[in-house]
């Protein structure tokens, strides 16, 4: 009875504060026409402070319903149509109330028409792009411009800095229609002050693709930031510096200097917390949380750990430089220079079943690299009229690597227990210079939709490499007394690699519904690869005596030339199918030397494919080819080691995949709901495989042969909605599932089969907002992973992970933000020494002080707990690997932050 009685209760609450709100409804039309007008704005603004309510577009028959609107309050309705005069109604609703304003009627605007920018709607949408007035989104002071976004409605941002906009992928962020530092978004979106920001301009990312040739369901977006006039004036920026316990420390800074048609900004950081974006005020990135390294579902690693791989310490710098000549010229020219230095211990237990034999390999494993990064790029846009479009963007990187490493490892079996021991140092040096450059011309011709782009891509990019192995191999083989191997190497390799291509799309309208295209591309490639190993000379002590089994010297030219004749035939406004029929022509030539017969190779594909593509859906279908790699096609064994041979096959055959992808995308406006639903799927013909044999000792031997009858699919979908669309409560909420299943085959031994994995995968992220003063931030993950084995009598592998994360901020009292961040993870099937469950804590306190509250005081702790661990385990070929790295344990900083804004007149 008590909880019939509660459950009353609930529902009269419920319906209280229903009776709380009111709602109104309307349909909008054009005046002259009198047509419904799809895709009108309609907000809702609160009279006194001009912030936004909430907002909603109009569906095809021009009707529109707001939900959950205050009462007792002044409100202005304001209702928006590109090329319309907009609609303003100041309404006063009363608890309950059901306003239905019925037919709205938009008159067409004069040609001279004045427009009144006081008066500015919050909310414009024009074509693909969506317009938001900055200062009807209250912000809370010194928010930076991911807090703006997160009120924007249908705009969601993860706690890792992702932002979605109707659920839709944000593929890189602009300011005032200029890159900043790269395609990155978070480093503008967690930078610059919301207080900066005039305009949100949301809009298709078709940057690459003019002639709209990707399915609408496909493209991501761009978001644009529109600067207030005075910031274009303005000398402006932060900078901050932190030190803490167990010698942490971080430092950086960010200055910009924007003008009318000038933007400056440059970027400096150093820290050892294993953090390389500049993002000071985020809790969650101290550590490098949610760095697990990789795609747990896609490369099967199922992981318990909430950081890096290793301690990172990092020193980063750069500019990046905009400057418009003009109405038709734009340059961008940006450079990063990066230092690190990574320090990491690996913990790997495996175990390789076979038959009645189980091989354990143990190692441990201390690595230390350093690496010097240059990387300058830049672009160039001219558009000297509306009908021709250049762009040229060059590319240089410089690299240097430096390692080192001390790896112990044993092996034994459960017949003998001790099979061999091993010691093995490492010095290795490298050096990549690379440079590439991309050029594209697009041009409009007489008809319309007739257009001729053409491109060209060129990439050289040689590399060097010097290593210094010692290796100390015991063989015991079951006695007390092992026979010790030793091997003292110098190996020298050099690999000069280079590609360069040209393609021309042409399309051509035959009539409003059939379009005919013809695509000529070429392509160049060119690998060739030195190997030079030499042993340690015992009476003179130099590297001067020449492997000939671990030496080798390749050389590979590719050409390929391809036809893409194609239709289009457009059946609706929303409905069209494309479909080409694609000739390739490859000539390579393998080269050995070494007295080893060349392999050249010529090959004729007919490769075709359709897309079917609808306003909410996309079907396709295509067949591509990939050529084995040189060094599989070498006729000869490299010994590597004393416990790893290789052969190549020259009679391996390139693979053909068969690729079947089908995606559901649709938003809805009124409700602020986004479905998205995927399958792929890939059919592998000559797949390349490695046939392995590995003896009781150990020692493996590995060739690659083709084999057909891999495959590999999956199978998905995602669910989102915002929920309470008024201005003191934002909730999102998001749910995906997917699936993933993978075929392949093994030859192990005399065992061959298939090996099967499955893997599913559940995801929830929760975000709560409210009055600017509590965020929460929450997601869980579950992933479950089998891999069974078919005509081989091996173990099935059962995984299941389990992640759960979240991150609370709240701001009180005043000018102090308090930040807690928990992330917790389990997996049961890790093996004995490796621990199982994973809790990670972390909290922080700052204080806002100065004038303008511009400067900020903060104490963070990291992994409050002391228990953060990184392990993980997978499973392949009939083995089962558990790895555990060096993490970021626990320590106290101490940081302060002074941000800057200086309004210049020159």
Not at 165 to 176: A, F, I, L, P, Y
Not at 435 to 450: A, D, E, I, P, V
Not at 495 to 523: A, C, E, H, M
Not at 763 to 792: C, E, G, H, M, P
């Amino acid at each position: 009875m008590s909880k019939i009685l509660l459950f009353m209760l609930l529902l009269v609450s419920i319906a209280s504060q229903a009776q709380k709100h009111a709602s109104i409804a309307g349909r909008v039309l054009d005046s002259l026409e009198n047509e419904p007008l799809e895709f009108a704005t309609v907000a809702v603004v609160n009279l006194q402070d001009s912030s936004i309510q909430t907002y909603t577009v109009t569906d095809k028959n021009g009707m529109f319903k707001l939900h959950r609107l205050p009462t007792g309050n002044q409100l202005k309705i304001v209702i928006t149509y590109i090329g319309h005069n907009n609609f303003r109604k100041t309404i006063n609703l009363f608890a309950g109330q059901e306003l239905n304003l019925g037919r709205i009627y938009l008159s067409s605007k004069l040609l001279n028409e004045v427009v009144i920018k006081a008066d500015s709607p919050p909310v414009v949408i024009r074509k693909d792009t969506i317009e938001f007035s900055a200062e009807a989104f209250k912000t809370r002071p010194n928010a930076v411009v991911e807090e703006l976004l997160k009120k924007l409605p249908g705009t969601q941002v993860d706690r890792d800095g992702n932002i979605t906009v109707n659920g839709k992928s944000v593929r890189k962020m602009t300011v005032d229609g200029k890159d900043f530092f790269g395609n990155d978004p978070r480093v503008a979106s967690r930078n610059l002050d919301a207080d900066l920001i005039d305009k949100v301009q949301v809009y298709d990312d078709r940057e690459f693709d003019p002639d709209h040739l990707i399915e609408a369901s496909k493209v991501n977006k761009i978001i644009n930031l529109k600067l207030k006039k005075a910031v274009k004036k303005s000398v402006f920026g932060k900078v901050y510096s932190g030190l803490g316990s167990r010698d942490r420390f971080e430092s950086g800074g960010l200055i910009n200097m924007f003008r009318d048609t000038l933007q400056v900004s440059v970027i400096g950081l150093t820290n050892n917390l294993n953090r390389f974006a500049f993002s000071q005020n985020d809790l969650y990135t101290m550590g490098g949380f949610d760095r697990s390294g990789g795609n747990p579902l896609y490369d099967g690693t199922l992981s318990v750990g909430g950081g890096s791989r290793g301690i990172e310490r990092v020193i980063s710098s750069g500019f990046n430089i905009n400057n418009d000549y003009g109405q038709k010229l734009k340059m961008n020219l940006m450079y990063f220079y990066g230092n690190t230095q990574n320090t990491n211990e690996i913990a790997i237990r495996t175990q390789q079943f076979l038959n009645d034999t189980t091989l354990l390999i143990t190692s441990a494993n201390r690595n230390v690299q350093t690496q010097n990064k240059h990387n300058l790029s830049g672009t160039i846009k001219w558009v000297p009229d509306t009908v021709n479009n250049f762009q040229y963007s060059p590319r240089l990187v410089i690299t240097r690597n430096n390692s080192k490493s001390d790896n112990r490892g044993k092996r034994s079996n459960n017949l003998v227990l001790m099979l061999n021991e091993s010691t093995n140092m490492n010095s290795e040096n490298n050096t990549q210079n690379e440079f590439q450059h991309s050029f594209n011309y697009y041009r409009k011709l007489k008809k319309k939709g007739q257009t001729i782009n053409i491109s060209h891509s060129l990439n050289i990019s040689p590399y060097s490499n010097q290593q210094y192995n010692n290796n100390i191999l015991m063989l015991y083989n079951g006695m007390p007394q092992g026979d010790t191997v030793t091997t003292d190497l110098f190996i020298k390799r050099v690999t000069r690699n280079g590609s360069g291509n040209v393609d021309i799309n042409y399309r051509y309208p035959f009539n409003k519904k059939l379009t005919g295209s013809i695509n000529l591309k070429g392509n160049y490639d060119r690998l060739e690869e030195t190997v030079l190993a030499y042993n340690k000379s015992a009476e003179t002590g130099a590297y001067d005596e020449l492997i000939e089994t671990q030496s080798n010297q390749l050389k590979r030219n590719a050409w390929s030339r391809r036809i893409n004749p194609g239709i289009t035939y457009q059946f609706t406004k929303n409905l069209s199918v494309v479909f080409n029929l694609s000739a390739l022509w490859q000539n390579i030539h393998n080269e050995f030397k070494n007295n080893i017969a060349d392999v050249n190779q010529e090959f004729f594909n007919i490769l075709p494919s359709v897309k079917v593509s609808g306003r909410d859906f996309s079907v396709s279908y295509d067949v591509s080819i990939n050529q084995p790699n040189i060094s599989d096609l070498q006729p000869v064994s490299i010994v590597y080691n004393p416990l790893y041979t290789f052969t190549g096959n020259p009679l391996l055959q390139p693979t053909r995949y068969h690729t079947a992808n089908a995606q559901y995308f649709v938003y809805k406006y009124q409700s602020q709901i986004s479905v998205n639903a995927y399958f792929n799927g890939t059919i592998e013909e000559n797949a390349i495989v490695r046939k392995r044999i590995i003896d009781p000792k150990g020692a493996e031997t590995a060739t690659p042969i083709n084999t057909n009858g891999q495959y590999k699919a999956q199978l998905g979908m995602a669910f989102g909605k915002r929920f309470k669309k008024t201005k003191n409560w934002q909730i999102n909420l998001q749910i995906g599932l997917n699936t993933n299943f993978d075929r392949s085959f093994f030859l192990l031994n005399l065992d061959r089969g298939w090996q099967d994995r499955y893997f599913g995968g559940l995801n929830q992220r929760l975000s709560i907002n409210w009055k600017d003063k509590v965020d929460l931030n929450s997601s869980y993950n579950f992933i479950q992973s089998l891999t069974k084995y078919k005509n081989a009598g091996y173990n099935n592998v059962n995984t299941a992970n389990h992640n759960f994360n979240t991150a609370l901020r709240f701001y009180f009292p005043k000018k102090v933000i308090w930040e807690c961040d928990y992330s917790y993870s389990y997996n049961s099937q890790l093996a004995a020494g490796f621990r199982k469950s994973n809790n990670l804590l972390s909290a922080a306190v700052s204080v806002q002080m100065l004038k303008k509250d511009r400067g900020q005081l903060k104490l963070s702790v990291y992994d409050l707990l002391d228990q953060n661990i990184s392990a993980y385990r997978y499973a392949s070929g009939n083995s089962i690997s558990d790895v555990q790295n060096t993490i970021l344990k626990q320590y106290f900083l101490l940081t302060f932050q002074f941000k800057f804004n200086k309004t210049t007149t020159k």
